[in-house]
């Protein structure tokens, strides 16, 4: 500073000077901030004519700084439907201050340098100066505001669109009351909206579904868990009554706790499940009580069984055979494949299988059942197949009786029908005898020697002798037939009672010594009963004598063997025929050779029967000429 200038530094001038520096220093700050901002500022004068262009103004006009100042503004960016009421704005306020869109936003539009027209928003400041008025316009571009505006507000009307016409009842609940219901939702009630809104929803609801539908509410407001899914029933204004199932979520409406909820009419489907639960539970009803074992196979295992068949028929416990094969109540593995084999080919080609088996319980204990399939699709027998069972037990038992008392009735009359033609046939003999020698005693009397009357006697007497030995032989087979002959075993010697048999055979055929007796083992006391074992013997031992010529031995050896006696019979006769075998134990069979040896057929019935009775059997070994063995064995443990 000069000295001069320093004089001429009055207080007036400095204060001049700061002023000037501090206006400088707000204008500077005034024009980074007007160059910063994010608003376009754009000012004109009186006239319009742009004075002043920001940089945002020239980012959202398209226009530079310089190309802008000196401009009309209405020429540059002002739409022409809105130039006119631009100029009458403006030159209103110049003429009586009427604010107009002054000092307040206004919502309008603008043009950019490609002609491009978009939303603003505007708010325009008069700044009086000393020459008179400029005009600062803050322009915000808002086309991207107004273009979310219009898709909220287009996708609010989709939404809308949406609920409204919903086939599910859509309502929001709060305090107890609905604060939104749907057309549907107002159908399903039969209420209007204001009766609706009115209405604590609780009371819509059936008495029987109150408090659970409450308690879900409540726990939903507080935010704990519920089930998602639930039916409950609704009673409509006309009383009647709806299943609805709803499905709902905690929101927030107006700020606060409430619940949306989605109610979907069910009614129809609860009665069909209704429906459909009691005809299965009648069906399960009938399945269950009937005395017919019933069970579904499927993929060769037990799906299902009823009581009847699983417990009652099976001695199962309830479902303890479910998931297994059928062969658990077949007696044996051999008797399960049989079946497989019979009746896979059957369902397979006919689509059903029936026979009867023999099967057993769980305890083991046999029965007889009747069995019918029915594959639900032949070609297909892993789809399943459905059994029925039915206890024949009983009817077998009586079958069988029926055929065993059968077979014995069929027995007895073969006998008598043999027994009648054997008497017309062997008993004629010896009555003929009888009859001849009576004749002639009676013809001749005193005439006849003594010698000779002697000897008619004698055959009268041999001969009724063999009637009767024949009449006894056939009474001891009727009774053994008609299972009146007993097995009544008593502590005895065997030993003792062969030999004593073989002695009264040799004098009775009159062939004494020539029985050869031999032992082996300890026969001493054993359970014998001696009646039976004489048979045996007594009819063996004979035969054995009689087809033998009379010097030849006959040998009888008795074994014991543990619990057994085996008893052999050999001679050294005639033999049997091969062709006789088969037929030699049937009652008055007698093989081809015997010739005059004297006989009824009956010996060797009666040795079979009484060895099967005293729980043993006969054998025999034979070729014509050569003789024969007959061994027989016989139960009789050691007498205790
Ligand atoms: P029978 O009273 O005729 O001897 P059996 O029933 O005792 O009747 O025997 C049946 C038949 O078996 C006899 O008729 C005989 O043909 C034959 N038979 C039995 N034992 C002998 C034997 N030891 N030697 C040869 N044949 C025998």
Known sequence: MTRADAEAATPATLALDAARRALEDMSRRARLMIDTAND?????????????????????????RDEAVGQVLTDLIVPP??????????????????????????????????GR??????????????????????????????????????????????????YEGIVVSQDGM??????????????????????????????????????NYLRRLRGEAVEPFYKFRVVDTAGETKWLQISAVGIEWDGR??????????????????????????????????????????????KWINDALERGML???????????????????????????ECIPALERTGTYSSDWRVKRKDGSPWWCHMSAKALKPSDLGAGTIWFFIDISARKRAEEEVHRALGRERELSELKTRFVSLTSHEFRTPL????????????????????????????????????????????????????????????????????????????ALGRRGTVRFTSRGDCGRRLVDGKLLAHVLGNLLSNAIKYSPEDSPVDLDIEAREAMLVMRVADRGIGIPPE?????????????????????????????????????????????????????????????
């Open 178 to 215: 609905l604060k939104y219901a749907n057309p549907r939702a107002l159908t399903l009630t039969r209420r209007t909206l204001a009766q609706a809104m009115s209405t604590p929803f609780i009371e819509m609801v059936h008495p029987d579904d109150r408090a659970r539908v409450y308690g």
């Open 315 to 341: 001695g199962f416990d309830d479902g303890e055979i479910v998931g297994h094969t059928g062969e658990v109540a077949f007696l044996d593995h051999s008797d399960w494949s049989r079946f497989l084999h």
């Open 432 to 507: 003929a005898t009888i009859l001849s020698s009576i004749e002639l005693i009676d013809d001749f009397g005193s005439k006849l020697p003594d010698a000779e009357r002697a000897e008619l006697i004698r055959i009268v007497k041999a001969a009724i002798k063999r009637m009767t030995a024949m009449i006894d032989q056939v009474m001891l087979i009727g009774r053994a037939e008609s299972d009146k002959l007993e097995f009544r075993p008593q502590p005895a010697d065997a030993c003792e009672i062969a030999q004593s048999v073989a002695r009264e055979t040799e004098q």
């Open 81 to 114: 439907q809105h130039r006119e009421s631009h100029h009458r704005g403006l030159k209103r306020y110049l003429s009586d201050r009427t604010p107009g869109i002054l000092n307040r936003r206004v919502e309008t539009t603008a043009l950019d340098r490609t």
């Open 580 to 640: 006789d075998h088969a037929r030699l134990f049937e009652s008055f069979h007698r093989a081809r050779n015997v010739g005059n040896v004297e006989g009824t057929g009956l010996g060797l019935t009666i040795v079979k029967q009484c060895a099967q009775l005293h729980g043993g059997r006969v054998e025999f070994e034979s070729a014509a000429g050569q003789g024969s063995t007959f061994t027989v064995h016989l139960l009789a443990p050691p007498a205790p």
């Open 257 to 302: 706790p409430a619940t949306l909820n989605f109610l979907t009419d069910v009614t129809e489907q609860v009665a069909l499940e209704a429906n459909a639960a009691q005809t299965l539970a009648l069906r399960e009803a009938i399945l269950e009580t009937t005395a017919v074992g019933i069970m579904f196979i499927q993929a060769g295992r037990i």
């Open 117 to 166: 027209e978009f939303d603003i928003e505007l708010s325009v400041w008069p700044v009086e100066t000393g020459s008179g008025f400029t005009f600062s316009a803050f322009i915000r571009d808002i086309s991207e505001r107004r273009r979310a505006e219009a898709a909220l507000r287009e996708s609010e009307e989709k939404y809308r669109l949406v609920v409204e016409n919903a």
């Open 40 to 64: 376009a500022v754009v000012t004109i004068d009186p006239a319009s004519i742009i004075i002043d262009w920001n940089r945002t103004a020239e980012r959202m006009f398209g226009w530079r």
